[in-house]
């Protein structure tokens, strides 16, 4: 009988699995879901056990992944009403990593643990105000460029004393490009203006956890009136909400109840509201009424300035400019695996005792350089580099001196070699089929340029903008 139901926990687990996969992607998933093993279940108690290897991965899985995977097995299994993560019993412990201040990596650059500020509950059931900011998450810590700071401008607005002039704001990214942090951080700054403040901060699937449980014991009401008490309400991930039309309908009501009493929501969500599908109409009128401020993908520059605020975290370990400019050149997807893989190299450089080097990036972050690399070609660059100096195409090839065209071809073999993974000889053959030597040449005289002329820098920045977009 134990047998059987070890079989059919673990089939659950392979579909829940496989529906993660697909909705966090194949890096995340491989990394922090795919270890975990199913433990025990406890009928008395309806409770599921996880387990993972170390109490590294356990903390960082429940701090991010608890709701998303209790709900997933309440659905897939009724009797399951509680779902712990913790280290596998039979699993030797590591050692913590530390990065000189005390703290641990994590995947996406932010701490393992979420601790909990304006701690206290409101009532002895549901909702409560122990809100679960990121204490690493503030508004000092957010890096804007040009892709985010219309978001970032319009988060602090919303958690300033005055009365913002919209509200809701919702806030559209992309996975890993720093919407959630802009909600931890309205939600310190608010609260450092206002200590007695009421926040709550949740995903979507966190609010329809709840929902459920208060319909399941009879306590909508009281589910209601703690909600509505809040003067700040932080929801996350909103399209995980769509579909559910009860949990819809309550939402709907909440947000007209906190807006009629000027109160402040944030709503973030990986689409514009537009394109959220299944929604009521009515709930996608109230989620655009207000700002929707959308964040772009980081550009090279945000990704590097983004690296280079990080790395006082390491000190006194040294990481190389030119590892900080290979990782924004090539870790393009968004900011999480950025930070992520700068926070794995270093550990690694610190476990083993080497030096950080352009060698060791490119053999320990070889999943996340293959998910992140676009297959940039010779052909794309010179057709590229052609448009932009408005040259003929043949001049890749030709034979002419010019300044109007070797300087052009030039650049162009420069970014063939910084954007491909193509040998010296192999790029001179693409350009008519010159020597190696001319192609050393052209690197190192561009690289030199950048340095000295900065019209020069600006051609080349501008150039990788459109080649790595």
């Given at each position: ?21 697909k ?142 002039q ?6 559209k ?17 608010y ?11 949740c ?31 932080l ?13 819809q ?26 394109a959220?599908?299944?929604?009521e ?103 590229t ?54 192609v ?25 903008r459109?080649?790595?977009?």
């Amino acid at each position: 009988m134990e047998d059987l139901e070890a079989v059919n926990l673990a089939a659950d687990w392979a579909d829940i699995s496989q529906g993660l996969r697909k909705d966090l992607g194949h890096q995340l998933h491989s990394q922090w879901i795919k270890p975990i093993q199913v433990g025990g279940f406890t009928d008395d108690t309806g409770t599921l056990e996880l387990y993972l290897p170390t109490d590294f991965s356990a903390n960082w899985v429940k701090d991010r992944f608890h709701d998303r995977l209790s709900l997933a097995w309440k659905i897939a299994r009724s009797e399951v009403r509680n779902v712990e993560i913790k280290v596998h019993p039979g699993r030797r412990k590591l050692p913590e990593l530390s990065f000189g201040d005390g703290r641990r990596p994590a995947n996406d650059g932010h701490d393992a643990s979420m601790i909990a500020v304006a701690a206290g509950t409101i009532g002895d059931r549901g909702f409560t105000s122990s809100i679960g900011l990121d204490p690493s998450l503030t508004f000092a810590a957010f890096v804007t460029g040009e892709a985010n700071v219309l978001a970032c401008n319009a988060a602090q607005r919303m958690a300033a004393t005055e009365q913002p002039q919209f509200s809701p704001l919702y806030l559209k990214a992309a996975t890993g490009q720093g919407k959630t942090h802009l909600l931890h951080a309205i939600g310190h700054s608010y609260l450092g203006a206002h200590p007695r403040a009421r926040i709550f901060y949740c995903s979507a699937e966190r609010f329809m956890v709840e929902f459920v449980q208060a319909l399941k014991s009879n306590q909508t009401i009281e589910f209601k009136a703690r909600l509505r008490s809040f003067d700040l309400l932080l929801v996350d991930d909103i399209q995980f909400i769509i579909g559910k039309a009860s949990a819809q309908e309550e939402l709907l009501y909440t947000i007209d109840a906190l807006l009629a009493e000027g109160k402040r929501l944030v709503f973030a969500a990986d689409r514009a509201p537009q394109a959220l599908d299944g929604v009521e109409p009515r709930l996608l009128s109230r989620l655009s009424m207000g700002l929707v401020a959308d964040i772009q993908a980081a550009d090279i520059e945000l990704r590097r300035t983004i690296l280079e605020s990080k790395l006082t975290r390491f000190a006194p370990l040294e990481v190389p400019a030119d590892v900080v400019d290979f990782l924004a050149r090539t870790i393009t997807r968004n900011i999480r695996e950025l930070v992520g893989g700068l926070n794995k190299l270093i550990a690694y450089a610190q476990l083993t005792g080497q030096t950080v080097s352009l060698q060791l990036a490119e053999e320990q972050l070889t999943d996340i350089l293959s998910a992140n690399r676009r297959r940039i070609t010779i052909d794309e660059i010179q057709r590229t580099v052609c448009q932009f100096y408005r040259i003929d195409r043949s001049e890749m090839a030709s034979k002419r001196r010019a300044r109007a065209v070797v300087r052009p071809r030039q650049v162009a073999m420069y970014l063939s070699k910084v954007l491909t993974p193509r040998s010296y000889p192999e790029i001179g053959r693409k350009f008519g089929g010159r020597d190696h030597s001319t192609v050393i040449h052209a690197v190192r005289l561009i690289e030199d340029l950048r340095q000295r002329d900065a019209d020069m820098d600006g051609d080349v920045r501008s150039l990788l903008r459109q080649l790595e977009s």
